[in-house]
Structure formats: structure tokens, C-alpha cells
């Protein structure tokens, strides 16, 4: 099989749209100016390896989407282990025509569809997609008029002649179980992913910064970062402030208070809301700093490194997952062209591991409780960090309600509230998904389509 691709100069610079038959030898392609095409793949993002040689499918941790060709059948990969990209596809894998994008919008806009504007629970039906952790059966998404979308999450999608099946996942050498190990093989990767993106075989190579607050899992992906050579970092101001912690780390901060995020433009803002809950919709106030770049981050922290275990097995299934932090920033990031990188979630196949080390003897003089992480903290108190100044309860980088109903597109969302026949209904019990139950909030996802639906017209 072989590519025919075309550049949309107008679209988000890595957003891809693609359409084969099966019965063809053809896999037709629209896409931004920052997807790479070569003869059997395409891909945007980074992973750790070789960015010359694109093995991206066999990677640790990649942090991006593309599409491998193989002599009979289409590999669609999304961020492996990540739940930051996805692919969205027909949801049958028996149909002659497939048609797949990077981008839940591109998708319904290219294929006709829409999002049912009766369902206002499209935030639940992604938590329980990653909830369900890789399976083997392609999960879907109802949309208007009784169509679905497959949604492809967190390992691949092959589809061929006799239909589509889960790709398995690639083996690793994992860490062994003690605090050694484990730091230096989230080292090790996140050395390779600064090489991969910071490679001259790329068309533009890619800056790479760090996030930092004063909570626990920033200060610690930061030291690792400094140790790389990182020296540039964002930060977010009001509620905590961590331009001192910044200082003896020696990086070149660059600090905004959230406030600025309400006002965002309308255009940014519906960047935010397009996939489900906006919630990270600060980060979008630093477009400057994370062009072209890659993006360290303690996102996902709490998942891996507490004191709480999530994953029930290598297969990423949990029943309490709710970090929908990095899905929400989909569209931004595809006009950005940023990854990515939450380091917390680096190893979480092996949660296991890194439970068996949060609780061994080794880390008892950093554990702090039920809300305390002792891997991070004993990463940053090793590196001199004193321990009062990180580890703290903080909320500057994330946005929920009522708060989110502030700024300047407030009037055009509640406008079109008005067209929703009960912002209220839903399909869910509040005890199985308490957070936004029943809130019109759902709906901003619908909002943001609405204002965005000529983004990915030819």
C-alpha cells in the first residue's frame, strides 16, 4: 500500500485525515504542514527512539498519532500507554471504505457526521474508553442520527481485509522494582524523547521545556529535565508560586497568572472545549512558548506515583480513571504543534512496580500519609530542593466549575444553551460519575463544534 498525500495549509499544522478502500492500494491523505509522510507512515509527535529511523509503533512511550502501512492492512496508532491522542474511526472495521483522523472534528466534518445533540454525556463516554484501559474490541461513540465513531486509544488498530484487531503492545525492558531503577529508566526515556525531538532529520526540530508548579510532580519532572540540560519552564501564577523553586533550579521561567485565561480568545477557548472537559484550558495562555516544542509535564502524577493504585493490570484498566487533562488540550495542541510529555505516567504498564517501591522500606522517610507521593518527593528533596517548598496542595493549572463559565465567550456558550432541550439529562447515575453530573458544562464540547464547524472544510 502507498500514500497519496495533500498539504491544508489552513488546517491545524498536525491534524491528518485519512481514506482508503480496501478493494484500493491507496491511503488517500489531507493533512496540516507539521504531519511527516513517508512511504509506508505518517506520524506527528515524538516517541523514544531514532527519529530517523520512525519506529514509533515499537516505542516505549510515544506521545503523538500516525498511520504504519503494512502489504494488507492499515496500522492506526494513537499515544501508546497515553491518553493525550487518539484515532477516530469507522466504528465498523469490516466496511470496503475506511475513513480515519487524529481529530474527532476533522473526522465528522470530512465524513458528514455530527455529535448527537441530544447526548450531553460525551465527557463520560470518553472517561469509561480509558477507563476500560486496551481492549480487544474497538470502543465507539454515538453520533447524530444513530451513526458511531471507533475510538482508538492507548495501543493500536490494525484493519485489513478480514477486519480489524488490537495490535499488541510493544515489549519493553522495564525498570526493576526499586527507586533506582524506575528513576533511571524514566531518565533514560525522557533522554531519548529530548534526541528524538531535538533530532536535524527533522524538517523542524523541536524545542523542549518543562512545566513547574509547587505540587509534587513538576518539581520532581523538572530536576530530571535540568539533569537532561532543560533549561526553559512555564509556570502558572495564582493560588501558587513557584518562581522561587524556579531559581534553584536554574531555569528561564516563564510565569503567567490563570487569570489570563479567561481571556483567551474565543477561537483559543473553543480549542479547549472541542474534546471534553477543557478543564487544562490555562496552558493555552503560553501559545508562544509551546510552539514547535516539547512539553515535560507532572500531569498524570497522581495517577502513578500516590499512594492510591489505579491500574488493575498491564492493560491500564481503572475503575476510578478521571485524568482527562490531556485529551482536552487535542485541537490546541494540533495548531500549536506541541507535545505532550506527562513524565508521572511513563511506566504505568508497571504500576505494580512503582507501587511496590512508593510503599517499600526504602521510601517510608518520604511517604506523608494517604496524600503524600514518596518517588517524587525524594527526587526533588535529593536534588536540594527544600521540602517546604513543594508537595503542596494546588490548583493553578486547572480550571473547573463554576469558574469555567467565566471569561469573554460566557455569553456565546449560555446562547447556546438555549438550543439544548435540558441541559440536566443525562444517562448516568451520580454515584458511578460524580464529577460534572448533570452540570450544562457537559455541553460546552458541543458549543466548540458549533463555532469551530468550517475549521476542516476543503
Known amino acids: 500500500m502507498k500514500f497519496r498525500s495533500v498539504v491544508k495549509e489552513h488546517w491545524p499544522q498536525g491534524a491528518w485525515f485519512a481514506r482508503w478502500s480496501k478493494s484500493e492500494q491507496t491511503?488517500?491523505?489531507?493533512?496540516?504542514?507539521?504531519?511527516?509522510?513517508?512511504?509506508?507512515?505518517?506520524?506527528?509527535?515524538?516517541?523514544?527512539?531514532?527519529?530517523?529511523?520512525?519506529?514509533?509503533?515499537?516505542?516505549?512511550?510515544?506521545?503523538?498519532?500516525?498511520?504504519?502501512?503494512?502489504?494488507?492492512?492499515?496500522?492506526?496508532?494513537?499515544?501508546?500507554?497515553?491518553?493525550?491522542?487518539?484515532?477516530?474511526?469507522?466504528?465498523?472495521?469490516?466496511?470496503?471504505?475506511?475513513?480515519?483522523?487524529?481529530?474527532?472534528?476533522?473526522?465528522?466534518?470530512?465524513?458528514?457526521?455530527?455529535?448527537?445533540?441530544?447526548?450531553?454525556?460525551?465527557y463520560i463516554d470518553l472517561v469509561r474508553v480509558f477507563?476500560?484501559?486496551?481492549?480487544?474490541?474497538?470502543?465507539?461513540?454515538?453520533?447524530?442520527?444513530?451513526?458511531?465513531?471507533?475510538?482508538?486509544?492507548?495501543?493500536?488498530?490494525?484493519?485489513?481485509?478480514?477486519?480489524?484487531?488490537?495490535?499488541?503492545?510493544?515489549?519493553?525492558?522495564?525498570?526493576?522494582?526499586?527507586?533506582?531503577?524506575?528513576r533511571a529508566f524514566i531518565k533514560g526515556v525522557m533522554t531519548r524523547i529530548q534526541e528524538n525531538a531535538t533530532s536535524p532529520d527533522r524538517p523542524k526540530p523541536l524545542g523542549v521545556k518543562t512545566t513547574l508548579s509547587t505540587g509534587y510532580d513538576s518539581v520532581a519532572v523538572s530536576v530530571l529535565a535540568r539533569e537532561l540540560g532543560v533549561t526553559e519552564a512555564i509556570t502558572i501564577l495564582?493560588?501558587?508560586?513557584?518562581?522561587?523553586?524556579?531559581?534553584?533550579?536554574?531555569?528561564?521561567?516563564?510565569?503567567?497568572?490563570?487569570?489570563?485565561?479567561?481571556?483567551?480568545?474565543?477561537?483559543?477557548?473553543h480549542e479547549c472545549f472541542a474534546m471534553p472537559i477543557g478543564q487544562n484550558r490555562p496552558l493555552a495562555i503560553f501559545d508562544r512558548e509551546l510552539t514547535d516544542s516539547v512539553l515535560f509535564s507532572g500531569q498524570g502524577g497522581d495517577i502513578t506515583w500516590g499512594m492510591k493504585r489505579w491500574f488493575e493490570d498491564d492493560r491500564l484498566r481503572a475503575p476510578n480513571f478521571h485524568a482527562m487533562v490531556l485529551i482536552s488540550q487535542l485541537e490546541h495542541r494540533l495548531r500549536v504543534g506541541y507535545s505532550l510529555v506527562a513524565v508521572g505516567v511513563i511506566g504505568n504498564r508497571r504500576a505494580d512496580r512503582v507501587m511496590a517501591i512508593t510503599t517499600?522500606?526504602?521510601?517510608?522517610?518520604?511517604?506523608?500519609?494517604?496524600?503524600?507521593?514518596?518517588?517524587?518527593?525524594?527526587?526533588?528533596?535529593?536534588?536540594?530542593?527544600?521540602?517546604?517548598?513543594?508537595?503542596?496542595?494546588?490548583?493553578?493549572?486547572?480550571?473547573?466549575?463554576?469558574?469555567?463559565?467565566?471569561?469573554?465567550?460566557?455569553?456565546?456558550?449560555?446562547?447556546?444553551?438555549?438550543?439544548?432541550?435540558?441541559?440536566?439529562?443525562?444517562?448516568?447515575?451520580?454515584?458511578?460519575?460524580?464529577?460534572?453530573?448533570?452540570?450544562?458544562?457537559?455541553?460546552?464540547?458541543?458549543?466548540?463544534h458549533e463555532q469551530m464547524k468550517d475549521r476542516y472544510r476543503d
Open 131 to 182: 477507563s476500560v484501559g486496551i481492549v480487544d474490541e474497538l470502543p465507539t461513540l454515538r453520533l447524530k442520527d444513530g451513526a458511531r465513531v471507533g475510538v482508538v486509544a492507548l495501543a493500536g488498530w490494525s484493519i485489513s481485509a478480514q477486519g480489524g484487531e488490537r495490535m499488541p503492545s510493544a515489549e519493553v525492558d522495564w525498570f526493576e522494582p526499586n527507586f533506582a531503577s524506575y
Open 27 to 122: 491511503v488517500h491523505v489531507l493533512h496540516g504542514s507539521g504531519v511527516i509522510v513517508r512511504a509506508d507512515r505518517l506520524f506527528e509527535g515524538v516517541w523514544d527512539g531514532d527519529f530517523a529511523e520512525g519506529r514509533f509503533v515499537e516505542a516505549t512511550v510515544f506521545t503523538g498519532s500516525g498511520i504504519r502501512l503494512q502489504a494488507d492492512s492499515v496500522e492506526l496508532i494513537p499515544s501508546l500507554d497515553f491518553q493525550n491522542a487518539c484515532v477516530f474511526v469507522n466504528p465498523d472495521s469490516s466496511d470496503d471504505e475506511q475513513c480515519a483522523s487524529n481529530s474527532l472534528l476533522c473526522w465528522l466534518t470530512q465524513t458528514g457526521n455530527a455529535l448527537d445533540p441530544t447526548w450531553g454525556d460525551y
Open 238 to 269: 495564582g493560588r501558587e508560586d513557584a518562581r522561587e523553586l524556579g531559581k534553584r533550579l536554574g531555569l528561564k521561567l516563564r510565569a503567567r497568572h490563570r487569570s489570563r485565561s479567561l481571556l483567551l480568545p474565543k477561537r483559543v477557548v
Open 360 to 448: 517499600s522500606p526504602e521510601m517510608a522517610a518520604f511517604q506523608e500519609g494517604e496524600r503524600g507521593r514518596p518517588i517524587p518527593r525524594r527526587i526533588g528533596v535529593e536534588a536540594g530542593i527544600p521540602a517546604e517548598l513543594f508537595g503542596q496542595t494546588k490548583t493553578a493549572g486547572a480550571i473547573a466549575a463554576p469558574e469555567v463559565f467565566s471569561g469573554l465567550w460566557n455569553r456565546s456558550f449560555k446562547k447556546f444553551l438555549r438550543s439544548v432541550p435540558d441541559p440536566t439529562a443525562t444517562a448516568y447515575r451520580r454515584e458511578d460519575y460524580p464529577n460534572f453530573y448533570a452540570s450544562p458544562y457537559r455541553w460546552t464540547m458541543h458549543w466548540a
